[in-house]
């Protein structure tokens, strides 16, 4: 919670959560810690839907293990996350762990499979100031990478907020139903 | 007026969240369920909503309700006459057939404000009768011409709204560096 998070920041994911979870079914998974957990989690319990969530840091593990006591805690790096994860279905995911391009690709195309049609992913720091786009994966680091990249995908549709969440851009993409007739393409 | 409140819960859910971050006015075009929706957040906000029907009995309802800007006709006249204002946030449903559509879309892209939303309905219907039944309903090609565009971010969503499918469609800043495009 690095850059004193507010639940407020979280203002989009916290009022479509709820209305994800009630439409598509599955489960929620959010990487990166912090107040979004807490948001998260708020709607996860209310309506009895499985949520996973996955940090390096022992610190914020041990706090969402006991201070939010639903969401299951994997404490460690995503790409190890990802290997372990049940073979579910997924109807929410939040991305705001490692920022570098590299990692953020491989979370996205492992949940994108995993979503079922109707389901979003929300992914952080998708639009950068300057100075914050940062190769090494600091601050936004190279996640604008990411949003290009799916922007140009016809399976997804894709928007992103230019405000709230700090302004660093909150990408939302929802999987696009297969096999459906040419007016619902 | 067909629709309930809850059909409108996304637009319901993002509206101050956009007047709150956007500046400019609140269009509609189609009245009905979603005008109370709207005129809720635009009182609250103090921000102008112009509504555009062309049924006599829901432009005087709009009227009543509070919505003091309320054009009775069609939307090719609205359009004529709207005042040079920045828009923040519109909905488009009122005729569906494909020239009316792309005529709505184009004139409110060029009055939209950077990080404004245009709302369009009935863009992802459920059956070809639903699509062409009673009344031809284009919006879902208008939909699929505006995804190929670069210049634009469309994202639809499938539930909500009756599951006809409610649109959202925002501008890129073309003039930001790289990593903002």
């Known amino acids: 919670m690095g850059r004193r998070e507010k639940e407020k920041d979280w203002i989009v994911v916290d009022r479509l959560a709820d209305i994800i979870l009630t439409n598509v079914e599955g489960c929620v998974v959010d990487i990166g810690i912090g107040a979004s957990t807490i948001v998260l989690t708020r709607h996860t319990k209310k309506l009895g839907v499985k949520h996973y969530c996955c940090d390096i840091s022992p610190r914020r593990c041990k706090w969402a293990r006991e201070e939010l006591c639903w969401p299951e805690v994997y404490e460690g790096k995503s790409l190890d996350f990802i290997k372990k994860f049940p073979d579910i279905p997924v109807a929410l995911v939040f991305l705001d762990g490692d920022h570098r391009y590299e990692t953020v690709i491989q979370e996205v195309r492992f949940f994108l499979k995993k979503l079922n049609p109707g389901g979003v992913i929300f992914l952080h720091d998708t639009y950068p100031k300057e100075g914050y786009a940062c190769e090494d994966g600091r601050r936004c680091g190279t996640v604008y990478k990411v949003r290009q990249e799916m922007e140009k995908d016809s399976s997804v549709w894709s928007l992103t907020w230019p405000y709230t969440a700090f302004n660093y851009g909150m990408t939302m993409l929802l999987k696009k139903e297969e096999n459906v007739p040419f007016f619902r393409k | ?181």
């Not at chain 2, 629709?3 to 009245?31: A, M, Q, S, Y």
């Not at chain 2, 921000?47 to 062309?54: H, L, M, N, T």
């Not at chain 2, 992802?124 to 699509?131: A, G, I, R, T």
């Open chain 2, 1 to 181: 007026m067909g629709h309930k409140k809850e059909d409108w819960i996304i637009l319901d859910r993002l509206t101050d969240i956009i007047l709150n971050n956007v500046k400019g006015c609140v269009v509609e075009i189609g009245i009905g369920v979603s005008t109370e929706v709207l005129l809720k957040h635009t009182k609250k906000l103090g921000v102008a909503q112009y509504s555009c029907d062309i049924n006599r009995k829901k432009c005087n309802w709009a009227r009543k309700i509070g919505v003091t800007e309320v054009y009775e006709g069609k939307s090719f006249g609205f359009i004529e006459g709207f005042p040079d204002f920045p828009v923040a946030l519109v909905l488009l449903d009122g005729d569906h057939r494909y020239p009316t559509v792309v005529r709505e879309v184009d004139f409110f892209l060029s009055r939209l404000s950077l990080g404004g939303v245009i709302f369009m309905h009935d863009t992802c219907k459920l059956s070809w009768e639903n699509v062409y039944g009673k009344v031809a309903s284009d919006s879902y090609l208008v939909r699929r011409e505006l995804e190929r565009r670069e210049d634009l971010m469309t994202f639809t969503w499938p539930y909500t709204a009756v599951e006809y499918g409610l649109t959202m469609i925002m501008k890129k800043d073309i003039n930001a560096p790289i990593f903002r495009r």
